[in-house]
């Protein structure tokens, strides 16, 4: 499995973004798609993940109430809609997947679960 994110930028605090995951190659494998971040001098960790059958989501709750994860099947693609963006979402943000994984939050909020990666996108929000 192959991930693209895309869709980082610089925005002010109080505005919106909207990052994409494109998967490709042997998608029917992987059942969760995660959205990380790693700020500058910090860990990576867990912001949103969903199911690619169904309709399960979960959130850090640092974003829960700004940030929603969804999912296109058709285009093998899950989004991440960002708003009320502060300056501590400043981040790069990585997409990734997981084959067979347990929706529960013990697993999909661990980045250790995680088989595939994607190469990050820069998400820099300016106060």
């Known amino acids: 499995v192959q991930l693209q994110a895309s869709g980082g930028g610089l925005v002010q605090a109080g505005g919106s973004l909207r990052l994409s995951c494109a998967a490709s190659g042997r998608t029917s494998s992987s059942s969760v798609m995660g959205w990380f971040r790693q700020a500058p001098g910090k860990e990576r960790e867990f912001v949103a993940a969903i199911r690619w059958s169904g309709a399960s989501t979960g959130y850090a709750d640092s974003v829960k109430g700004r940030f929603t994860i969804s999912k296109d099947n058709g285009k093998s693609t899950v989004y991440l809609q960002m708003n009320s963006l502060e300056p501590d979402d400043t981040a790069v943000y990585y997409c990734?997947?997981?084959?067979?994984?347990?929706?529960?939050?013990?697993?999909?909020?661990?980045?250790?679960?995680?088989?595939?990666w994607g190469q990050g996108t820069l998400v820099t929000v300016s106060s």
């Open positions: 990734a997947a997981a084959n067979g994984l347990p929706f529960t939050i013990n697993y999909f909020a661990r980045e250790m679960r995680y088989d595939y």
